[in-house]
């Protein structure tokens, strides 16, 4: 039987939004411990961007150079684990892990990430953060003017075929089955010079995860550089509804701009509750958490 240690504040999740809120307790000399089960949803994607001063470097990299950094600060504590239970109890929580030691803390701050779901299409997943992307803000660049797909149907395909479209003229829309566009969207579209394709998708074929043809069902391959996709995604973690949080319309835990939650002393940071998934947003995120979190550390104790 392992004996329970505390901390001032346990952060669920090490990458960006957690250890960018470790640095900000470390440097406020709060015993942080800072549990991580080393799946970021970005682990295959080469580089990040959009990033100041980081542009461009490996999603990696930046977490590594983030965790050495931490080591200068003696009350932070990193730690591979896998929290699976926690429970709000006098004084804070307690968080138990699948390696058999829990920890109790004043504060928690979740700041687990999101899975994506992603389609059973060959060659997708493969794909996925390389040259099948999320979002334009942070590949949009180096894809720019070259031949490029959307895979959307309906309202949500047409914003996204739209917003893509600003990168490169040379684009075409997927909809992986009949359109359901309406007439008008997809005269904007076709106008624009959009290509409206309603094969459905058979196989993403692709070197090492480069994307270089999509084949349809209809016996087409065509050539591409890169392919946009929306995917639904889940919760990594259901820590939060174990403690009673409840999920928005579109699947993200609900705080306020700081990250504080419905639930005293629980904070959330990062993708978990913030639709821009980006590496930036996640590192402002987790810092305005952690300052908020030590500002009720001082009021509760002054």
């Known amino acids: 039987m392992h004996p329970d240690q505390s901390y001032d504040v346990l952060i669920i999740g090490g990458s960006y939004a957690g250890l960018s809120a470790a640095l900000v307790l470390g440097r406020a000399l709060r015993r942080v411990l800072v549990l991580d089960a080393g799946r970021p949803c970005n682990r295959q994607t080469p580089h990040a961007h959009g990033f100041l001063t980081r542009d461009g ?27 699976t239970r926690a429970t709000a109890e006098a004084g804070g929580f307690r968080v138990e892990t699948a390696e058999g030691p829990a920890y109790r803390a004043r504060k928690l701050l979740l700041a687990t990430g999101l899975h994506d779901e992603l389609p059973p299409l060959p060659g997708f997943a ?29 309202d949500t395909g047409f914003e996204f075929a739209r917003l893509i479209h600003h990168w490169s003229p040379d684009l075409r829309l997927l909809t992986n089955g009949p359109s359901t566009l309406s007439a008008e969207q997809a005269a904007h579209l076709t106008a624009r010079g959009v290509a409206i394709i309603e094969a459905p998708l058979q196989a993403v074929e692709h070197q090492a995860g480069q994307l270089h043809h999509l084949r349809l069902a209809d016996g087409t391959r065509l050539p ?62 987790g810092s305005k958490a952690a300052a908020f979190i030590n500002h009720e550390l001082i009021a509760e104790d002054f």
């Open 224 to 285: 591409l550089t890169a392919m946009f996709a929306r995917v639904p995604f889940r919760q990594s973690s259901d820590l939060g509804t174990q403690l009673g949080l409840t999920l928005s319309p579109t699947g993200l835990l609900a705080a306020d701009e700081f990250g504080r939650t419905a639930v005293a002393g629980l904070y959330v940071a990062g993708d978990n509750s913030s639709p821009m998934r980006q590496l930036a947003a996640a590192v402002a995120n």
């Open 57 to 83: 470097a490996a999603p990696a990299e930046l977490a590594a150079l983030a965790r050495a950094q931490l080591a200068a600060y003696p009350t932070v504590q990193l730690r591979a684990a896998t929290a």
């Open 126 to 154: 493969e794909c996925w953060g390389i040259s099948v992307l999320h979002c334009p803000y942070c590949h949009g660049y180096e894809v720019h003017g070259q031949p490029l797909a959307v895979l959307g149907n309906g």
